[in-house]
């Protein structure tokens, strides 16, 4: 998983459909696997 991408993938939805951004953001920082890349 690429962190980078990911943001950048957020800000564009962000900015696409503002009213879905924090559900999107909640669903992303559950995964298990983002929380560990994160944790690195």
Do not use: F, N
């Amino acid at each position: 998983m690429i962190i980078s991408e990911m943001q950048r993938k957020l800000a564009t939805w962000a900015v696409t459909d503002p009213s879905l951004r924090i559900q999107r953001l909640l669903r992303l920082i559950t995964q298990p696997e983002w929380l560990a890349e994160a944790a690195r």
